[in-house]
């Protein structure tokens, strides 16, 4: 099982905000929220209660280009959403983002996991071709930016209240 894991506090900004944006986010708010890097997010089939939405994403972290589609496995509004990769099928991949409102903000925990602890696991080694240790520094970096942008973007939009 591979494991790549950002923490992130984001002051003003709280949970309910990040969950409502990306389980409702369209390709014109994704690409406001990060111009040039990110391209496309929209949900291709939206279901009642979010699990089962499908969603495609496609974006650039660093030099990388990520394009993929998949589905919303749990959805806790301010607390979790996990997305698990398809392409066809599932695949033994997630996304998984959870929050936790601070005094000041919020914490974000933005997982990638990829690979089986079963018996499947002896294919894990064909995935660390895609995850480098350059892409593991890509990725903490564009959650680093990514975050405190989306914040940006609320505020701008006046959507919430900044905390103080």
């Known amino acids: 099982m591979i494991r790549l894991q950002t923490d992130i506090q984001v002051p003003g900004l709280n ?6 944006f ?10 406001a929220w990060w111009p040039g890097v990110h391209l496309r997010f929209h949900t291709v089939r939206k279901v009642a ?3 089962g939405n499908l969603i495609y994403m496609d ?3 660093g030099r990388f280009r990520l394009k993929f589609h998949a589905v919303v496995t749990a959805s806790i509004p301010g607390k979790e959403i996990t997305w698990q990769f398809v ?3 599932r695949l033994p991949g997630r996304l998984i983002l959870g929050l936790e409102d601070e005094a000041d903000g919020v914490a974000i925990s933005h997982v ?3 690979g089986s602890r079963g018996p499947g696991r002896i294919f894990d080694a064909v995935l660390r071709f895609s995850f480098t240790p350059e892409f593991a520094d890509a990725l903490d970096e564009h959650v680093r930016t990514e975050f405190p942008k989306l914040r940006d973007l609320l505020r ?4 919430g209240a900044a905390r103080a």
């Open 22 to 31: 990306m389980l409702n986010c369209d390709d014109a708010s994704y690409q």
């Open 156 to 159: 701008s939009r006046g959507s």
């Open 15 to 20: 949970s309910r905000e990040v969950t409502d």
């Open 87 to 89: 392409r066809g099928v």
């Open 112 to 114: 990638v996991e990829a």
């Open 49 to 51: 209660g979010d699990v």
């Open 59 to 61: 974006e650039y972290v």
